[in-house]
């Protein structure tokens, strides 16, 4: 099955700074990369997500960037503020009529510094 | 608020008991998944329900047994409990798009087995 590894654990970032975080996955049909944050206390949120006939996608301050050959998608996030603290949580999964086995990350623990 | 709603947000129980977890999806959303997420193990797909049919399974004891109803809503049911079980459980209903199937996940049920 697939397998997706999630680097680094944690993370530090003065507010301001960019954050990046990185993943990779083991199963080449994967086609559907999504990333979510999850909030104390709060279920995982939807925060961006990208197909693999996709190389990037952005929305405002966040970006995602696929790389299918090297099988590895990172998310970046711009102009980091102290709400984005967070864990962020990568996946993957292979798009079937069957439905939507996500297979997620470890998770990075976020936080923005004043 | 992703408009799932999980009950109870709190558990605790004792081994060897059985408890029943509540899952209410957003509105039209025919897809119910179950994952349940705990310190060492992260975020672990569970099992899936679409329109009342299991759809897909993952990682789910035979301890453990789930079912959607007509109204769409759905419930996790957990036997034998033993200390092992204590995690976050996280229902959460999908839309499908262009992209792919998007998750909208609960608040969760924090479940303690003492």
């Known amino acids: 099955g697939e397998n997706v590894e999630q680097h680094p654990s944690t993370l530090s970032v003065q507010e301001g700074d960019s954050a990046v975080i990185k993943c990779t996955y083991s199963?080449?049909?994967?086609?559907?990369f999504p990333w979510y944050k999850q909030e104390l206390g709060k279920g995982p949120q939807l925060i961006i997500d990208i197909r693999s006939n996709v190389g990037e996608k952005k929305d405002q301050r966040i970006a995602v960037t696929l790389n299918k050959t090297a099988k590895h998608f990172s998310l970046h996030i711009t102009e980091t503020q102290p709400e984005d603290s967070a864990v962020y949580f990568c996946?993957?999964?292979?798009?079937?009529?069957?439905?939507?086995?996500?297979?997620f990350g470890t998770g990075t623990q976020l936080k923005v510094e004043l | 608020d992703s408009g799932v709603t999980q009950t109870p947000k709190h558990l605790i129980t004792a081994t060897g008991q059985r408890v029943t977890l509540r899952c209410s999806p957003r509105s039209g959303d025919l897809s119910v998944y179950w994952y349940q997420q705990s310190l060492d193990q992260g975020l672990q797909f569970l099992i899936q329900?679409?329109?009342?049919?299991?759809?897909a399974k993952g990682n789910i004891l035979e301890r453990f047994s789930a079912q959607q109803f007509p109204d769409l809503h759905s419930e996790l049911n957990l036997s034998s409990l033993e200390l092992g079980d204590s995690a976050l459980y996280f229902c959460a209903s999908s839309i499908m798009t262009g992209e792919g199937e998007k998750l909208f996940f609960g608040s969760g049920t924090q479940l303690s087995v003492l």
């Open positions: 199963d080449s049909a994967s086609n559907y």
């Open positions: 329900y679409y329109n009342g049919e299991e759809r």
């Open positions: 996946a993957a999964s292979r798009v079937t009529g069957g439905g939507n086995k996500l297979t």
